[in-house]
Structure formats: C-alpha cells, structure tokens
T-cell receptor, first 114, second 114 residues
Framework: DQQVKQNSPSLSVQEGRISILNCDYT??????FLWYKKYPAEGPTFLISISSIKDKNEDGRFTVFLNKSAKHLSLHIVPSQPGDSAVYFC?????????????FGQGTELSVKP | ETGVTQSPTHLIKTRGQQVTLRCSSQSGHNTVSWYQQALGQGPQFIFQ???????GRGNFPPRFSGLQFPNYSSELNVNALELDDSALYLC?????????????FGPGTRLTVT
C-alpha cells in the first residue's frame, strides 16, 4: 500500500531550465509534506517543506506547491544547476500525534545537464 | 554543531545472525527515528525513540528492536537476519516528539545479508 507515490523514476533537464518533480498521495489526513535530496553515499538532506494549510512555499530557487483536492504536490527548481543532480524524495507526515513518522515516496533521480 | 553519525558504514552478515547498528543524534536533538531503505525504494519507517522510549513503530516484525540512551544516541538491533533485511539503514534525529517534522539523517549503514 504505497501512500506516497513518485511515478517518475528519473528526470533529465538542461542547466538553467525549470525542473518539476511530482508526488501524489492517497491519505487526506497527512498534515505536513517535505522534500529531501539524496546524493550517493550520503543520507537524505532536508530541502523544503509545506504545511497542509498552505498551497505554496518558496525558498530561493525551490518552490513546493500543494494541491489538496488532487492530493498532489510538486517541487519546482528554477533555474536548475548541475549540482542539483541527485535523488529527490517527497515525504508526508501523518497527524501530529503519530510520533513523527515520515512516509516516503520511491524517489525521482534528477539529472541536470550542462 | 555535530551532525548525525552512524556506525559501522558497511556490514556483511549471514542469514540467522544478529546485528547491532549505532547512531549518534545531532547535538540538541532528543528524538531518533530509524528507517530501512531497500534498493530503488524510499526509506521505510521502522520506529522512533523519544527520551529513551519507543514512540511509534512501522510495519516491521518484533525481531527489529531498538534502544535510546540518556545521551540520546540509539541502537537498532535485528535478530534472526533474513536475506530481505539487506538494505541501507538510516538514522534520523529531530527535536521534539512529533513537533518537528524535519528530520536530519545520517549517512546510513549498508547491511548485506548472505
């Protein structure tokens, strides 16, 4: 039962262009959503997050959009840089009283070409 | 500020054996979560410890157990190892019991069961 899904295993983008990574979820009770970036041989690194009461959060080149009616969120990276090449995971957190467990998608490998 | 550290980096065990993985949380963090990441998948939540007590558990059998110590470091123990236990085991620390969604990950321990 995959509650958080990233349907694109990989994405290739030209440097300077926009990267759009997508994530779908099934549980309408999810309270908070996060994006993590993972380089090989390193643990996931927190990138950006959004509360379920918002529809957009921006941090520099990174913007996360949340569409609750569609149970869909996306991460936009503008402009994309070669250093952004990594595996990106979206994660969701259930309600606050559920011990801080994060449920991850399968990941999307982003490749930004110079 | 010291980040999350894990030991050992790599480990090879035989089916049926037992293994202990270790994690030191980020300075000031009192909550530790453990995740299993199989190849090509996102991390899966095993359990979380807050102030030395288990605070939430994922869909893992009882042979997966843990401890948290007064200095907030943690151990993950797996008994009766199975081939499917081969994975990257990630430890993440955070501040607060479910009040801080942002978890900070260590580099992981790669466990191979033969």
């Amino acid at each position: 039962d995959q509650q958080v899904k990233q349907n694109s295993p990989s994405l290739s983008v030209q440097e300077g262009r926009i990267s759009i990574l997508n994530c779908d979820y099934t549980n309408s009770m999810f309270d908070y959503f996060l994006w993590y970036k993972k380089y090989p041989a390193e643990g996931p690194t927190f990138l950006i997050s959004i509360s379920s009461i918002k529809d957009k959060n921006e941090d520099g080149r990174f913007t996360v959009f949340l569409n609750k009616s569609a149970k869909h969120l996306s991460l936009h990276i503008v402009p994309s840089q070669p250093g952004d090449s990594a595996v990106y995971f979206c994660a969701a957190s259930p309600e606050r009283n559920q011990g801080g467990k994060l449920i991850f998608g399968q990941g999307t490998e982003l490749s930004v070409k110079p | 500020e010291t980040g999350v550290t894990q030991s050992p980096t790599h480990l090879i065990k035989t089916r049926g054996q037992q293994v202990t993985l270790r994690c030191s949380s980020q300075s000031g963090h009192n909550t530790v979560s453990w995740y299993q990441q199989a190849l090509g998948q996102g991390p899966q939540f095993i359990f979380q410890y807050y102030r030395e007590e288990e605070n939430g558990r994922g869909n893992f059998p009882p042979r997966f157990s843990g401890l948290q110590f007064p200095n907030y470091s943690s151990e993950l123990n797996v008994n009766a190892l199975e081939l499917d236990d081969s994975a990257l085991y990630l430890c993440a620390s955070s501040l607060g019991q479910g009040y801080s969604y942002e978890q900070y990950f260590g580099p992981g321990t790669r466990l191979t069961v033969t």
